[in-house]
């Protein structure tokens, strides 16, 4: 299987300010990204997918994604303790339909 | 709608005993996956289904495992016999690829503690 690599953290950020969260794969024929967050003792809960290289913006979440470089990320602006969570880098399986998830990075926002 | 539905969402045995874990996707979706997550290793697919039909188990850990289903609004995930490494939080997950969405909404896990 692909691997999906992201740093465990934890990320600590005060709030308001922006948290960047990172995630590499292996892969070169993904085609398809997203990002999951969990919250502790829940499920993960699709944030955010990308499928082309750039910067896509949806409320304080931008994911960017550089297919060269094998690179995505995740840009939460004016982090608030209520994005306080584990955020799950997740990418298609083979072309196909199922996700390979990297392990999560810890996100702890400080009032 | 419920969204996808798991039972139990809690189940403690002993080791050589029999887990039978179940879900119920959303209506209508088309593929139906079923992960485990632990903390040493995360958050791995098991094995998915489209339309009821099995399409990849290479992730099912042994032949302890096995999983069904046998209509559109029924999956089961069974083990036999369990392990205490089996201990971990198993996720089934469902997507409507027919619409052309990608989104898998996950159910809310059963947490499973094998002793």
Redo the contacts between chains.
Sequence with gaps: ?KEVEQNSGPLSVPEGAIASLNCTYSDRVSQ?F?WYRQYSG?????IM?IYSNGDKEDGRFTAQLNKASQYVSLLIRDSQPSDSATY?CAVF?NS?????????TSLLVTP | DAGVIQSPRHEVTEMGQEVTLRCKPISGHD?L?W?RQTMM?????LI?F?NNVP??D??MPEDRFSAKMPNASFSTLKIQPSEPRDSAVY?CAS?D?TSGG???F????TRLTVL
């Design positions: 299987q398809s997203f829940k499920s993960p809960e699709l997918s799950l399986i196909g339909y199922a996700l390979n998830f990297g392990k999560g | 593929y996956f992960y290793r995360g958050l791995e697919l998915y489209n399409i990849d290479s992730g996720f997507s690829r990608n989104e898998q996950f159910g809310p896990g």
